[in-house]
T-cell receptor, first 111, second 120 residues
Framework: DAKTTQPPSMDCAEGRAANLPCNHSTISGNEYVYWYRQIHSQGPQYIIHGLKNNETNEMASLIITEDRKSSTLILPHATLRDTAVYYCIVRVWGGSEKLVFGKGTKLTVNP | EAEVAQSPRYKITEKSQAVAFWCDPISGHATLYWYRQILGQGPELLVQFQDESVVDDSQLPKDRFSAERLKGVDSTLKIQPAELGDSAMYLC??????????????????FGPGTRLTVL
């Protein structure tokens, strides 16, 4: 079973920031938070990951609370192409532990 | 940009028939994964290879599913016989390796476009 809880759907206006929440209250000290997204009819795509510090890359920012029990993925200026299902996953760094996907959040960016 | 290739993109078959899917990972990627994604659900890992060896096949229905990666490069997933409940998207992914120089490291998984299977 997935170790994360996400809202099933969200809407966002084009050009505005999209903030996608994720709860992972049972996260262990050696588990990282990963985000993937899946655009319709495509395979999932890696976005970002982090342990406890905030992370930013060219795609998004990841904000992890101090107690690490929740996080938020931020798309600073959402475009129509960001419409997708976003998956939040917790996983141990390294080793052979698999990615366990939940149902994710369906983000719809509206014009 | 290198991509994971999968074929066919779509497959329609009748129940009790055999089907096979092929995956060619990104060159140099030692780890290969097969996932199954039922409509409305997230992908579920079926089998994971490290080079030609199976690392995890705990969720693979071994009575009808088989997977191989004989030379540690491309891979085939087979279903025989197919059942109605096997209708799903079958995704292949690859990553550089679970370890790098002996130390654990994370290399993102790159997914292919998937094969959409419909069993009638």
């Amino acid at each position: 079973d997935a170790k994360t809880t996400q809202p099933p759907s969200m809407d966002c206006a084009e050009g505005r920031a999209a903030n996608l929440p994720c709860n992972h209250s049972t996260i262990s000290g050696n588990e990282y938070v990963y985000w993937y997204r899946q655009i319709h009819s495509q395979g999932p795509q890696y976005i970002i990951h982090g342990l406890k510090n905030n992370e930013t890359n060219e795609m998004a920012s990841l904000i992890i609370t101090e107690d690490r029990k929740s996080s938020t993925l931020i798309l600073p200026h959402a475009t129509l192409r960001d419409t997708a299902v976003y998956y939040c996953i917790v996983r141990v760094w390294g080793g052979s532990e698999k990615l366990v996907f939940g149902k994710g959040t369906k983000l719809t960016v509206n014009p | 940009e290198a991509e994971v290739a999968q074929s066919p993109r779509y497959k329609i078959t009748e129940k009790s028939q055999a089907v096979a899917f092929w995956c060619d990972p990104i060159s140099g990627h030692a780890t290969l994964y097969w996932y199954r994604q039922i409509l409305g659900q997230g992908p579920e890992l079926l089998v994971q290879f490290q080079d030609e060896s199976v690392v995890d096949d705990s969720q693979l229905p071994k009575d009808r599913f088989s997977a191989e990666r004989l030379k540690g490069v491309d891979s085939t997933l087979k279903i025989q016989p197919a059942e109605l409940g096997d209708s799903a998207m079958y995704l292949c992914a690859s990553s550089l390796s679970e370890t790098s120089g002996g130390a654990p490291s994370y290399n993102e998984q790159f997914f292919g476009p998937g094969t959409r299977l419909t069993v009638l």
